[in-house]
């Protein structure tokens, strides 16, 4: 895969399926809409449906080299999906992602990087999950796998929490990204779901993902995300010095296949 970007360089055509999708999901607001004032549902529910379709449609017919067109309800939305991590005194990020075998008593896998976890690997019952908007909720958590040469962990928990969908492409150089995660607030507190955008400025062997979206100690663990509101990758690493520069870099989502998820090829 090129790492430049040429004139004639058109995104990605969404595949028909999407398309189909959001046809679906507009029958089923109207159906609900009918059947809400049928059983008496607040004209505020019915809203706040019609919201959802919407935000869903706009972000999945985003082109992935601009921003969303709603960036506050874009937020606000990723921010649904991501929980703060904390291990023996210390803290990251990590998010609501799809896995098919769950622990029975758990609803919920979150990714994470191994090294915001890695002093509990032997204590696992250490590990805090909290939820909600201020992360006020603490949640049961279990450490269900680890691979600490990709630098990545799997968390599940006892509450339910919307999943983020991973990247249908390998990002290209131009991409609009958004990091999002619980960076520090340069004194003894946290940023809760911080947000930074920038563009993707290199993509290395479709595993290093390297933004301009500013990635903190904190950040570790939290999703690299496109304007579809889907994930790239994690962002886990991040450097700066007058020899090497200033980078900020993801590993890609497709790096979970090789131990933690069984991916179709």
């Known amino acids: 895969m090129s790492d430049f970007l040429e004139a004639s ?129 603490l949640t049961k958590a279990n450490l269900s796998d680890y691979d600490s040469e990709n630098d990545l962990a799997l968390i599940e928990i006892e509450a339910t929490l919307p999943i983020l969908d991973a990247a249908e492409y390998f990002a290209e150089p131009g991409w609009w990204t958004m990091a999002i995660g619980n960076p520090s607030n340069g004194d003894d507190g946290l940023l809760y779901r911080a947000t930074t955008f920038g563009h993707i400025a290199a993509v290395e062997d479709d595993y290093y993902n390297f933004t301009s979206a500013v990635i903190n100690p904190g950040n570790s663990g939290g999703p690299l995300l496109n304007s579809q509101g889907q994930v790239i990758g994690i962002n886990s690493l991040a450097w700066s010095s007058t020899k090497d520069g200033i980078s900020n870099v993801a590993i890609d989502t497709d790096v979970l296949c090789e131990k933690l998820y069984t991916c179709d090829e």
């Open 9 to 137: 360089f058109e995104p990605p055509t969404p595949p028909q399926p999407k398309q189909k999708r959001s046809i679906l999901v507009l029958g089923l607001l109207i159906l609900v809409v009918i059947t809400g004032v049928i059983a008496g549902i607040s004209l505020v529910q019915v809203q706040d449906l019609k919201n959802s379709a919407q935000y869903s449609s706009s972000t999945e017919d985003a082109n992935l080299f601009d921003q969303p067109s709603d960036l506050p309800t874009f937020i606000e939305k990723v921010g649904e999906s991501i929980v703060l991590i904390k291990c023996n005194g210390s803290s990251g990020t990590g998010f609501a992602y799809d896995d098919e075998n769950m622990t029975e008593g758990y609803k919920t896998a979150l990714v994470t990087n191994h090294h915001v976890i890695d002093e509990c690997v032997d204590s696992p019952e250490n590990i805090e999950v909290f939820i909600g908007e201020d992360y006020k909720t």
